[in-house]
């Protein structure tokens, strides 16, 4: 039993460090052929099995074959439920309407969750507006107020109505000059002069959300009368979420929250009631699906030319043959079976499927027993074939009967020994013999 995938992560680096080992014995072998003249690249009869050593593709074909069994072994890899860092466990979040809140993940979710979000209330920054009055008009009295932030933090404005010869500013000079001194202050409020059709006021606005970031304005306002009164006064954002059948209070300086302890990132953006989801992405998943069919079928195409080759590619290709799921799962989730036994997948009936019954759809695709972990399994007994059985015909097409019974002593030894996954031994032994 895996606990927090521990135990599939083990199984994964011992497949791991199996095939390395494998493809250590694969080039040992193909070094071993090399010097018998079995290095060509022509390619060989795959129906009588006979061949000249000069024009033996048996490397190419050895090396071809680790590089589709590895390809096949990756791609059912990654859609595995066990793989904890594969497609199949790659959450992505969803809202169920974008209008009232985006989802987005943070850093990744332990499993896929549902949550009921009711949005009462969205987070705001209060917004002061002075009384209009004409731009061109002179100004009569002298600006002199103080803007003190919550936290106690004072931006104090001062502005004379007169120029320093005596000549009376405007309206709107006195309301620039008010506002490039709040501005120059750098403190958590902005200032702008709003003008229309000759008219003028000047506006003071929150650069954050929140009460947090609430401001008074008090003093003698000159041009700017009515400053101190709010337009828009600031507030948190307030909501509830539901998870489990259990619902919770929340409020937020900011519209930006976040659920399941942070690992979900939530823009609220209008009130009203929404379903926010993790769940593995679809399009990864059919990507994914594509990949490992794909894989299967080259390794199938391969198999198929070089059948000949030896009792081992027939054993591998009989196997793949048997195919990776029962036809009728396949056929479920838009997965046709060729003549040939290669694969074909309907991308369009697979989205459609994994978006109507996800949970059966993955089951299919990533679950204990399917479609990904039967092409792994497959692919591990591909790599950890007997290597002399694969092409054990083309070294009797070369020549070399007299070392067939040697080849099938250590086959036999490789078999019930403590190392018969690999074949060390026997491999090890046919090289030196070789060699």
């Known amino acids: 039993m895996a606990i927090n995938g521990i135990g599939s992560s083990y199984n994964n680096l011992y497949g791991i460090y199996n095939n390395y080992n494998n493809s250590y014995n694969n080039y040992r072998l193909q070094t071993a052929l090399a010097k018998h003249g079995l290095s060509g690249t022509n390619s060989t ?37 066990s793989n904890s860092s594969g497609v199949a466990n790659d959450l992505s979040a969803t809202s169920s309407d974008t209008s009232i809140a985006d989802a987005s993940i943070q850093y990744k979710p332990r499993e896929a969750k549902t949550f009921s979000l009711d949005v009462q209330q969205l987070a705001q920054a209060q917004q002061n507006n002075s009384n209009e009055v004409r731009g061109g008009q002179a100004a009569t009295d002298n600006m002199d107020f103080k803007i003190e932030s919550a936290q106690g933090r004072v931006i104090n404005v001062n502005v004379n109505a007169t120029y320093d010869d005596g000549t009376a500013k405007t309206n709107r000079q006195m309301l620039k000059e008010a506002a490039a001194q709040i501005n120059s202050a750098n403190g958590n409020v902005r200032a ?104 299967y079928n080259s390794a199938i195409e391969l198999l198929n030319a070089n059948s000949g080759r030896g009792s081992g590619v027939e054993r591998q290709l009989r196997n793949l043959l048997m195919g990776i799921a029962p036809e009728k799962s396949l056929d479920l989730i838009g997965i046709s079976t060729n003549k040939d036994g290669t694969l074909k997948v309907d991308t369009e009936t697979l989205t459609k499927k994994l978006n109507e019954d996800p949970t059966l759809t993955r089951e ?40 067939t019974n040697e080849f099938n002593f250590m086959n036999m030894f490789a078999r019930s020994g403590a190392y018969n996954m690999n074949n060390y031994y026997a491999l090890g032994l046919m090289v030196n013999y070789l060699a």
Do not use: C, W
């Open 45 to 81: 009869s795959g129906t009588t099995g006979t061949s000249t050593a000069a024009n033996s593709g048996t490397v190419n074909f050895l090396k071809q074959y680790n590089t589709a069994m590895t390809d096949l072994l990756s791609s059912a890899n990654s859609l595995m439920n």
């Open 192 to 295: 702008k002069v709003i003008e229309k059709d000759g008219n003028v006021s000047l506006q003071i606005s929150g650069k954050e959300t929140g009460l947090h970031n609430a401001f008074t304005v008090s003093g003698d306002f000159g041009a700017a009368q009515g400053m101190d009164q709010e337009t828009t006064s600031a507030q948190n954002a307030e909501y509830t979420v539901t998870e489990n059948g259990r619902t919770t209070y929340h409020a937020s300086d900011t519209n930006s929250i976040g659920l399941d302890l942070g690992r979900i990132g939530v823009q609220l953006k209008d009130t009203g009631s929404v379903q926010i989801s993790t769940a593995p992405d679809t399009k990864k998943i059919v990507s994914g699906v594509e990949d490992l069919v794909k894989s």
């Open 364 to 403: 299919i695709i990533s679950g204990a027993n399917g479609m990904a972990s039967r092409a792994y399994n497959k692919a591990t007994g591909g790599l950890e074939a007997n290597s002399v059985s694969l092409v054990n015909n083309d070294l009797k097409s070369a020549e070399i009967d007299s070392v």
